[in-house]
């Protein structure tokens, strides 16, 4: 059987280990695991659950949704201060990803990834064929994008498409406005902006929608919002982009449940904003007690998660060790520039403190070892 030839030079997308594999190396029920891995929310939207329960026998699933998805599509407005028109609704941001690759490049076009970054760019882009450039990000201050060998390499290369992730994923750190401002002025191509964690850091580029049809904005309810189960997420851009877009979006693909679920999670920004306070105060205490365990060095964050890099222990070793504990944390020691590094997303207060008190213990019985 004959399949495409990238497949044969192709690095894909790494699978994360599933809740019940890790009941099972750790021997613990599988509600006693901890992912710490995925970057999502700690807490289960409840109150927002029950109130679909009670009106979810009048929601139509017999039905295809409306194909323009016009409520969810106008809430979204209220929400970003946005016209209908800027607003593409996607099932998640990797169908997002997966509608502007499809819309922007060709086979044997270029892109400029700022590395490390979120994979499913790579991913996404050498399927269609496109060759992906990578620019090494910072290493003073530590990982910020390196604008200006962007910019370079987005001429000389005549690349079609710009992906930052905003604040970054992995590494929590994040691009000023004005110099994706530079970037949408400087290279003539699509500058696309992952803002799926918008809502920690507060920062956003949406304002340049309005002032450059190049830049486009990719957005989820997947975290903040406490709904990655459900797959929502959206693209913002210039309405003749948007245009484009809705050519090649599929037209059913969210679901009416999911819709619904979203119009009251959208209704209630409140408990999101809450839910957002207490992750950021609690990134921060995790970070100051990362600092004071030895052999560890966190990199601050504007995100969910913290990445930090391991010294005189191995990243690979400790993140075994995690796992016989059950608890599941991102290992990035074999990502481009990422070496002996790992992520953890921060949870729950009492899930920070499983955490961190099972890393603690597992680098000094290591140090103990090994005198």
């Known amino acids: 059987m004959k399949v495409r030839e990238v497949f044969n030079r192709f690095a894909p997308y790494e699978w994360e280990i599933s809740p019940r594999e890790i009941a099972g190396i ?7 695991v901890l992912r710490l891995d995925t970057n999502t929310s700690p807490f289960p939207p409840k109150k927002w659950l029950k109130k679909l329960a ?18 969810i599509t106008q809430a979204i407005t209220k929400y970003v201060k946005v016209d209908l028109d800027n607003i593409v609704m996607t099932k998640g941001a ?3 990803i997966d509608i502007i690759v499809k819309t922007f490049l060709e086979c044997e076009d270029k892109i400029i990834l700022s590395a490390p970054s979120y994979p499913m760019f790579r991913v996404a882009s050498e399927i269609a064929g496109a060759k992906v450039l990578e620019v090494d990000r910072k290493s003073e201050p530590p990982f910020r994008d390196d604008v200006n060998e962007i910019i370079h390499v987005g001429k000389k290369e005549k690349v079609s498409a710009v992906f930052l992730s905003n604040p970054n994923n992995p ?3 994040l691009m000023e406005v004005d110099d994706i401002r530079r970037l949408a002025e400087e290279i003539k191509c699509a500058i696309i ?19 450059y049809e190049n830049v486009v904005i990719i957005r989820t309810l997947s975290k903040a919002f406490s709904l990655a189960g459900e797959r929502i997420g959206y693209i913002l851009a210039d309405q003749k982009t948007v245009d484009k877009f809705n050519y090649v979006r599929p037209p059913n693909s969210l679901s009416v449940t999911s819709i619904e679920l979203a119009l009251i999670a959208l209704s209630d920004i409140k408990q999101m904003q809450k839910w957002v306070n207490e992750v950021i105060s609690e990134r921060e205490r995790c970070f100051n007690i990362l600092k004071s365990i030895s052999n560890v060095n966190p990199y601050p964050s504007t995100a969910n998660f913290i990445l930090f890099k391991l010294s005189d222990v191995s990243a690979d070793f400790v993140h075994k060790e995690l796992l016989k504990k059950g608890i599941s944390v991102r290992n990035l020691s074999g990502t481009r520039n990422l070496k002996n590094c790992l992520r953890v997303t921060i949870g729950s207060r009492n899930d920070n403190d ?14 103990k070892n090994n005198i």
């Open 26 to 32: 750790a021997n613990i029920p599988v509600e006693r």
């Open 171 to 173: 590494t929590g750190t």
């Open 94 to 96: 990797d169908e997002a």
């Open 354 to 367: 499983r955490f961190l008190e099972e890393l603690t213990t597992i680098i000094k019985t290591n140090r």
């Open 193 to 211: 902006i992952d803002e799926a964690y918008f809502e920690y850091c507060g920062k956003s580029a949406v304002k340049l929608i309005k002032e």
């Open 54 to 71: 009670k009106n979810l026998v009048n929601v139509p699933v017999n039905q295809y949704p409306d194909t323009k998805y016009s409520e």
